[in-house]
């Protein structure tokens, strides 16, 4: 080695430091200060500047500023080189103490400010900077217009891109593609799709960032098949794709449930050697997950060298979409961390799967873990609470979504439908006043909280109510939907308004621009059946453009049943022989027509029919026989506490042939109301 006397100039020491930045060697990086020190050069700003941007870039931030703070000269390279050095670590606040202490801040200065502003998500101070800097008279320049966009993007603020955008359309940094990717980002977190599409047609050169930031933007905004198409058109034109390439196009094929493709861009991640990147394994490991194929999402996740919560919480909730909640719940007691979003999965799990008191307790646990619950948690065992019809726990949880600051409106945090769970809770639970108090007290409602007051009304009896708030709805400017016309048209039906009900049917497509469904037109057939109009109903069946299922035939067998219509009974019942031959519900149904008018032969030649015809499903039999066996008295539900009586008719003699008969049906009748009786409870 050279003598240190023998060093012409300090060159050799910059290119070792050089070296010491390339390896990320601090303590070869030591080893040269200390030769620094004992050469003629230990006072040269050039070789202390190129110290302290060694020491910044190995993350060795107080070595950095003891060497700054004991220069006996600085230039703006000096300063320049420590704000930078702060700004990328994150520290902020001493970037900015050195710039305002700077004697004269020049364009890197001023872009080192904004870049580390960006950087730690202070979008707002980033783009405060931004305009202070064009102010004192700098020019546009390449990297304050990325950090400033970035900014944009961050705050979803589309009036400031928009002028940034124009001030560098004319500027020769517009055809950079730096410039260009974060235009494309800008535009694509502001939900402007085609914005973000113009300009990567625009660009005169692409490069992969390019790319990958318009697949990103389809695979987040939709649709996202163009992200497929887009990742075609990039191999077609020889562009080699990396990991973020694979892992923004993986999440669009689980937007798609396009499973073989994904299968397809693992086998090209295997091959590119990516598949031990995590980010792309947590792609893999959620797409897989729901397409249902929850085997390969075991496999990609066992086979990840490096895991975090966002692949443990993508295989949870696969296994609840499976409805595997043991393994969900086992992989989630694995887990080495968790955060809010994994309780969430487990919590939607248990409640997907009926398993609604684990929900509650497991929400019980995460209090107690001290994790802070989100709309998305309280959204979840608000629906618990409501299969189960327990209001003393709702009511509970509606004080914590209280004492959380909840305000139901939209925004970034929308929580309106914080706001849908509670108005649906106390309606299942049978407290409407308490569910119109939830409904009146949201600042903001979508058409589903007026959805669900409005069948909440409906199916609690409350039909008038169920009306005026719908034309409440109308009045409001929110336009009905299907579901609407479903509460509205059950709601005439329970209180027998045929009238009203045909005008708000006929309203659907004359008001509303609504296509009827199956559904409507069983409820207009269960209109009319109660009202006896059962010609009537028997021709909308005939004329309606959908073809009627079993449920549409059963309810307009049930009328007959109520109204002793034998011949259209008769009819109906062998339509839905037809349609259900397994199901023992019609059969019956039928023999109990006949027997109440006295037709005991036929009552028998259809017992003996079901018998001849094979094995049926009695299980389904006893649900279908307490719907049309028993019918309310009151308007309210027949099973908590409402009187109910039996259709069938003891005014005609039977047969000892048809006592077995009899008593298969109130058998079946006691079971259906003892399956609806736990249901409810």
């Not at 729901?290 to 696969?318: E, H």
């Not at 007691?333 to 999965?345: D, F």
Request: a negative charge; hydrophobic letters at 40%.
């Amino acid at each position: 080695m050279l003598h240190l006397l023998e060093i012409p100039n300090s060159s050799v020491f910059a290119k070792l430091l050089n070296s010491c930045i390339d390896k990320k060697s601090v303590r070869n990086g030591w080893r040269v200060h200390a030769r620094i020190i004992k050469s003629q050069f230990y006072d040269e700003v050039f070789i202390l500047n190129r110290l302290i941007d060694m020491y910044s870039k190995c993350g060795c931030l107080d070595d950095a500023r003891q060497v700054f703070d004991k220069m006996p000269k600085r230039n703006t390279f000096s300063w320049n080189a420590m704000i930078t050095g702060y700004a990328k670590m994150g520290d902020i606040e001493h970037a900015l103490q050195l710039f305002h202490d700077m004697p004269s801040p020049d364009e890197v200065s001023w872009n080192a400010i904004i870049s580390g502003f960006s950087l730690q998500n202070h979008w707002d101070k980033a783009l405060q900077f931004f305009a202070k800097m064009h102010s004192e008279g700098f020019g546009v320049n390449l990297f304050s217009v990325s950090s400033a966009l970035s900014s944009c993007a961050g705050l979803g603020t589309l009036d400031i891109g928009l002028q940034i955008h124009g001030s560098v359309v004319h500027s020769p940094v517009y055809c950079n593609y730096y410039v260009g990717s974060a235009l494309i980002d800008m535009y694509a977190k502001c939900g402007e799709v085609e914005s973000a599409q113009s300009i990567f047609e625009e660009m005169p050169e692409r490069n992969i960032v390019s790319w990958n930031t318009l697949i990103t933007c389809y695979a987040q905004n939709g649709p996202a098949d163009r992200a497929l198409q887009l990742f075609s058109l990039m191999s077609n034109q020889d562009v080699c794709p990396d990991e973020v390439t694979l892992s923004s196009v993986v999440n669009a094929c689980s937007c798609l449930s396009a499973d073989r493709e994904g299968a397809q861009l693992h086998a090209l991640a295997i091959k590119s050697n990516f598949e031990d990147d995590m980010v792309l394994g947590n792609a893999l490991v959620d797409m897989y997950a729901k397409c249902n194929r929850i085997g390969d999402a075991r496999q990609v996740f066992d086979r990840m060298p490096l895991r975090d919560v966002v692949s443990a919480t993508s295989l949870v909730c696969g296994y609840a979409k499976a409805a595997n909640i043991e393994d969900a719940r086992r992989t989630f007691s694995r887990m080495a961390e968790r955060n809010v979003v994994s309780w969430n999965a487990l919590i939607a799990g248990y409640t997907q799967n009926d398993q609604n008191e684990e929900a509650l307790n497991l929400f019980q646990q995460l209090k107690r873990e001290s994790f802070r619950p989100t709309h998305y948690t309280f959204g979840n065992v608000l629906n618990a609470c409501a299969n189960l019809a327990d209001l003393q726990h709702g009511k509970q949880l509606h004080g914590h979504v209280i004492k959380h600051g909840f305000q139901f409106k939209s925004g970034p945090e929308c929580d309106i439908f914080v706001g849908n769970s509670l108005i649906d809770m106390y309606a299942k639970c049978g407290s409407v006043e308490d569910a119109y108090q939830a409904f009146a007290k949201m600042k903001e409602r979508d058409r589903v909280s007026w959805n669900v007051m409005l069948v909440g009304y409906a199916q609690n009896g409350h039909s008038d109510q169920a009306l005026t708030l719908f034309n409440d709805m109308v009045l409001s400017g929110e336009k009905p939907d299907g579901i609407t016309m479903i509460g509205v048209l059950c709601a005439c039906s329970h209180t027998g308004l045929v009238d009203e009900g045909w005008k708000y049917f006929d309203s659907m497509t004359s008001q509303h621009g609504l296509i009827p469904s199956r559904d409507h037109y069983t409820c207009m057939v269960d209109i009319l059946g109660r009202a006896g109009r059962l010609d009537e109903a028997e021709r909308l069946v005939k004329t309606m453009p959908i073809p009627p299922d079993a449920i549409l035939w059963g309810s307009l067998l049930s009328a007959c049943k109520v109204h002793g219509n034998v011949e259209l009974g008769k009819r109906v019942a062998e339509k839905l022989f037809e349609l259900d031959p397994q199901n023992s519900g019609p059969y019956v149904l039928l023999s109990n027509i006949y027997a109440e008018t006295g037709k005991w032969r036929e009552a028998v030649k259809i017992r003996r029919l079901m018998k001849d015809r094979g094995e049926v499903a009695k299980a389904q039999a006893g649900t279908f026989l307490f719907h049309v066996l028993f019918l309310p008295l009151e308007k309210s539900s027949p099973v908590k506490g409402k009187s109910s009586v039996p259709i069938l008719s003891l005014s005609h003699r039977p047969s000892d042939e048809m006592i077995p008969l009899m008593h298969e049906s109130r058998r079946a009748s006691r079971a259906g109301g003892r399956s609806a009786v736990q249901s409810e409870g």
